[in-house]
């Protein structure tokens, strides 16, 4: 099984960019779908974006789409999430996910339960 251990985090003033990192080492990376979720003080926790096992396909949450972009490396074992035009509402601990999918090479999971293991988080705080 992996284990997420996200990575990238910090202060960025409002317009600015981040990019994250989760790593995932001990499994077939290659067989999870990959994703990103966010929670903030009083919120629940909720999708940012997903990526398929090959990279194709990604998904994201409307609140994002234009502005953060999700990649992976297969090779690398690792999953980024790189995050422009940041706005303070992005403020939040960001989670990275991961979904074991031997199976099927399009699937994305946007729910967290459908996610099987998760990383410790990285906050992100964007000043105005």
């Known amino acids: 099984q992996v284990q997420p251990v996200e990575s990238g985090g910090g202060l960025v003033q409002a317009g600015g960019s981040l990019r994250l990192s989760c790593a995932a080492s001990?499994?077939?990376?290659?067989?999870?779908?990959m994703g990103w979720f966010r929670q903030a003080p009083g919120k629940e926790r909720e999708f940012v974006a997903a990526?398929?096992?090959?990279?194709?396909?990604?998904r994201y949450a409307n609140s994002v789409k234009g502005r953060f972009t999700i990649s992976r490396d297969n090779a690398k074992d690792t999953v980024y999430l790189q995050m422009n035009s940041l706005k303070p509402e992005d403020r939040a601990v960001y989670y990275c996910?991961?979904?074991?999918?031997?199976?099927?090479?399009?699937?994305?999971?946007?729910?967290?339960?459908?996610?099987?293991?998760w990383g410790q988080g990285t906050q992100v705080t964007v000043s105005s």
């Open positions: 990526i398929s096992r090959s990279g194709v396909i990604r």
């Open positions: 001990g499994g077939s990376f290659s067989t999870y779908a």
């Open positions: 996910a991961a979904r074991l999918l031997g199976g099927s090479y399009t699937e994305v999971p946007i729910r967290p339960a459908e996610y099987d293991y």
